[in-house]
């Protein structure tokens, strides 16, 4: 594999992604870059085509590049062309980075302007709001014998379930359940309802267990949905402007996103690039997956991606990827210095 060889390479792929049409050697030669005549890329080609870099399509088409070919190509031979300053600030303007944004809004204000930056369909997985603690309990009468039990976090998360009881509680049975429920949750770390603090709880709760027990199955039941990976796809309307892409796949995919979510919690770091032969969990044949993680502080707090044609402008997209997944971490990492340093003043 020569440099020369590695330039045709390199300009079959862009070539192909620009136009979306198997690339002849009349249209290679005839670039700059390339600067050799048509029967020598011809010959290049062919030898590509046998490296498995390179396949034809059809036998008088041009070649379009395999798996393979994509893969040597994001990793050794395509320059990144980088964010302009006018991308970057209407970006910064997405994130909603005000004082008032919390760590869900500034993930789905992320997810949003990646799918829109992109056109493809933006997917974020979000592991913060295990890292968050429980900062209020309330149980609230909203109607004869219906209680609002209400959980918020740290983070700004906010879960609540309405329970139907028996009969309705007296003031006293009011005040004691919802004392008890700020003693023992309040402050918690929400990685820490497991289930076995929930059987303790329902063991301390002792002769008012038959008054309360739907009032507490709907606490267990919050306290399982905090627990749950936040999982947010955006712009899947995308995916059928792409004729590569089959439709019927792409509702499989809407129908299934979750699935997804393993492919995006894989542990590594930096940039990775994923094709439909690395797992077959892809439901979208000719798709591509980018994927980063972000973190908050020092741990690890999600992981972001976009799903979109094989044939994508990698060397575009991978730096959207990379300055999403670096502001996101600096966001989420600057506000939770600053809740420590606000829990420290007082």
Same mark, same amino acid.
């Given at each position: 594999?020569?440099?020369?060889?590695?330039?045709?390479?390199?300009?079959?792929?862009?070539?192909?992604?620009?136009?979306?049409?198997?690339? #002849?050697?009349?249209?290679?030669?005839?670039?700059?870059?390339?600067?050799?005549?048509?029967?020598?890329?011809?010959?290049?080609?062919?030898?590509?085509?046998? !490296?498995?870099? /390179?396949?034809?399509?059809?036998?008088?088409?041009?070649?379009?590049?395999?798996?393979?070919?994509?893969?040597?190509?994001?990793?050794?031979?395509?320059?990144?062309?980088?964010?302009?300053?006018?991308?970057?600030?209407?970006?910064?303007?997405?994130?909603?980075?005000?004082?008032?944004?919390?760590?869900?809004?500034?993930?789905?204000?992320?997810?949003?302007?990646?799918?829109?930056?992109?056109?493809?369909?933006?997917?974020?997985? @979000?592991?913060?709001?295990?890292?968050?603690?429980?900062?209020?309990?309330?149980?609230?009468?909203? #109607?004869?014998?219906?209680?609002?039990?209400?959980?918020?976090?740290?983070? #700004?998360?906010?879960?609540?379930?309405?329970?139907?009881?028996?009969?309705?509680?007296?003031?006293?049975?009011?005040?004691?359940?919802?004392?008890?429920?700020?003693?023992?949750?309040?402050?918690?770390?929400?990685? @820490?309802?497991?289930?076995?603090?929930?059987?303790?709880?329902?063991?301390?709760?002792g002769a008012y267990m038959m008054t309360i027990s739907p009032l507490l199955q709907g606490v267990c039941e919050l306290s399982r949905d905090l627990?749950?990976?936040? /999982?947010?796809?955006?712009?899947?309307?995308?995916?059928?402007?792409?004729?590569?892409?089959?439709? !019927?796949?792409?509702?499989?995919?809407?129908?299934?996103? @979750?699935?997804?979510?393993?492919?995006?919690?894989?542990?590594?770091?930096?940039?990775?690039?994923?094709?439909?032969?690395?797992?077959?969990?892809?439901?979208?044949?000719?798709?591509? !997956?980018?994927?980063?993680?972000?973190?908050?502080?020092?741990?690890?707090?999600?992981?972001?991606?976009?799903?979109?044609? !094989?044939?994508?402008?990698?060397?575009?997209?991978?730096?959207?990827?990379?300055?999403?997944?670096?502001?996101?971490? @600096?966001?989420?990492?600057?506000?939770?210095?600053?809740?420590?340093?606000?829990?420290? #003043?007082?």
């Open positions: 594999m020569n440099k020369r060889k590695l330039k045709i390479l390199a300009a079959v792929i862009e070539e192909y992604v620009r136009t979306g049409e198997p690339v #002849g050697s009349k249209i290679l030669a005839a670039l700059p870059e390339i600067n050799v005549s048509a029967a020598t890329v011809r010959n290049d080609m062919a030898a590509l085509e046998q !490296m498995g870099f /390179l396949e034809q399509p059809h036998t008088s088409a041009g070649r379009i590049p395999t798996i393979s070919g994509y893969r040597l190509y994001i990793e050794q031979l395509m320059n990144p062309t980088g964010m302009t300053e006018e991308e970057k600030q209407w970006l910064d303007s997405m994130f909603a980075v005000h004082g008032s944004a919390t760590e869900e809004l500034i993930i789905q204000n992320a997810t949003t302007a990646l799918a829109e930056l992109t056109k493809c369909a933006a997917i974020v997985t @979000d592991f913060s709001p295990q890292f968050s603690i429980i900062s209020k309990v309330e149980v609230i009468p909203t #109607g004869k014998r219906v209680y609002l039990i209400l959980l918020i976090t740290s983070a #700004g998360s906010i879960k609540n379930k309405a329970c139907r009881l028996e009969f309705d509680l007296t003031n006293e049975q009011l005040k004691w359940f919802s004392g008890f429920l700020a003693e023992n949750l309040e402050g918690i770390s929400v990685s @820490d309802l497991s289930d076995e603090l929930m059987e303790n709880l329902t063991a301390a709760v627990r749950q990976r936040a /999982l947010l796809f955006r712009g899947e309307r995308n995916l059928f402007s792409y004729q590569d892409l089959d439709r !019927m796949e792409i509702v499989r995919l809407i129908e299934h996103k @979750d699935e997804l979510s393993r492919l995006l919690d894989d542990s590594f770091s930096g940039i990775r690039v994923l094709f439909q032969e690395d797992n077959q969990s892809f439901v979208i044949g000719n798709s591509s !997956m980018i994927v980063s993680k972000y973190r908050k502080g020092q741990k690890n707090a999600g992981s972001l991606g976009v799903i979109g044609p !094989m044939r994508l402008d990698y060397a575009k997209v991978i730096p959207y990827i990379e300055y999403f997944s670096q502001k996101i971490t @600096d966001l989420l990492s600057e506000q939770s210095e600053q809740d420590t340093t606000q829990k420290e #003043g007082v």
